[in-house]
């Protein structure tokens, strides 16, 4: 596709629900990176895939938080049982370099948990 | 562990006024640099970047950043800024091989 695509755009779920986001990286891109953006605290790294592989899952904040990538392509980020402290915009970026140097984000999904 | 530090989390500025955010970053190794824009309800869109080379870089929209390497800042410029420049800027450094590490964000807002 043109760009990142990220879906849902917004999303209301329940304390204690299971959420899924999904994000579309640019065709080719061989990296693609998740990012928590929340008021308070900035912009915060989750997950990096490199092509089906995750060599760094160090920022994510707890074992609620999953993420997968298929065929190189379409990655999930899933977060079980959600809790308040969930709601933030969830951004997905993808590079084709691998090296952050040309990362393209999409425009992130809205999550609040009521 | 690299760090980005911007100084003003506000700055509010007068349109055709020429406007300066500060970023500053910590790292023991090479860097990169960017500098990314949020409009309202967006994603982020790179503004500009330093791999090496020039210090003086040039991106989009007429703004400016300088990379300092003994003051370890990387400072974002525009000399005549317009109401649609108001957005949040977010100073970032790569942290290679897999990840940007962003500063807390400036937000800027432009008045007529």
């Known amino acids: 596709g043109a760009g990142v695509s990220q879906s849902p755009s917004n999303k209301v779920t329940e304390k204690g629900k299971d959420v899924e986001l999904r994000c579309d990286p640019i065709?080719?891109?061989?990296?693609l990176y998740w990012y928590r953006q929340s008021l308070g605290q900035g912009l915060e790294f989750l997950i990096y895939?490199?092509?089906?592989?995750?060599?760094?899952k160090s920022g994510l904040p707890s074992d609620r938080f999953s993420a997968e990538r298929t065929g190189g392509s379409v990655s999930t980020l899933t977060i079980q049982r959600t809790q308040q402290e969930d709601s933030a915009v969830y951004l997905c970026?993808?590079?084709?370099?691998?090296?952050?140097?040309?990362?393209?984000f999409g425009q992130g999904t809205r999550l609040t948990v009521v | 562990a690299q760090s980005v530090t911007q100084l003003d989390s506000q700055v509010p500025v007068f349109e055709e006024a020429p406007v300066e955010l500060r970023c500053n970053y910590s790292?023991?190794?090479?860097?990169?640099l960017f500098w990314y824009v949020q409009y309202p309800n967006q994603g982020l869109q790179l503004l500009l970047k330093?791999?090496?080379?020039?210090?003086l870089v040039k991106g989009i929209n007429g703004f400016e950043a300088e990379f300092n390497k003994s003051q370890t800042s990387f400072h974002l410029r525009k000399p005549s800024v317009h109401i649609s420049d108001t957005a949040e800027y977010f100073c970032?450094?790569?942290?290679?091989?897999?990840?940007?590490?962003f500063g807390t964000g400036t937000r800027l807002q432009v008045f007529p």
């Open positions: 970026a993808s590079s084709s370099t691998g090296t952050s140097t040309e990362a393209f």
């Open positions: 895939f490199q092509g089906n592989s995750a060599p760094d």
């Open positions: 065709s080719g891109h061989t990296a």
């Open positions: 330093y791999l090496s080379g020039s210090t």
């Open positions: 970032a450094v790569s942290d290679p091989p897999d990840k940007l590490i």
């Open positions: 790292s023991s190794v090479s860097v990169y």
